[in-house]
């Protein structure tokens, strides 16, 4: 089992740059693999990105060059840096971990980005 704690979320301007932190309640290099979900109003959740414990990433398309998914390794934490944000990046991010066959997600944090 693992707790999951997002934060970092805001308001921002397009363009601008936000970086959310999920700190995780156990070690996450040895977690099968960690995501990074979004969930606009009235849409459904979409994966953003995720990273496998042997540190192979994947993007979805509409993120791809802007997004970076990374690990600390001081602390048991997973971050998301979003540049060139676009106001259709607006949506709860929530974060994600698959361990054994079970799902587990932090409570999300907003990101709203105006035009």
């Known amino acids: 089992q693992v707790q999951l704690v997002e934060s970092g979320g805001g308001l921002v301007q397009a363009g601008g740059s936000l970086r959310l932190s999920c700190a995780a309640s156990r070690n996450i290099f040895s977690i099968n693999i960690m995501a990074w979900y979004r969930q606009a109003p009235g849409k459904q959740r979409e994966l953003v990105a995720a990273?496998?414990?042997?540190?192979?990433?994947n993007y979805a398309e509409s993120v791809k060059g802007r997004f970076t998914i990374s690990r600390g390794y001081a602390a048991n934490t997973m971050y998301l840096q979003m540049n060139s944000l676009k106001p259709e990046d607006t949506a709860v991010y929530y974060c994600?971990?698959?361990?054994?066959?079970?799902?587990?997600w932090g409570q999300g944090t907003q990101v709203t980005v105006s035009s």
């Open positions: 994600n971990a698959d361990i054994s066959y079970s799902s587990y």
């Open positions: 990273i496998t414990s042997g540190g192979s990433t």
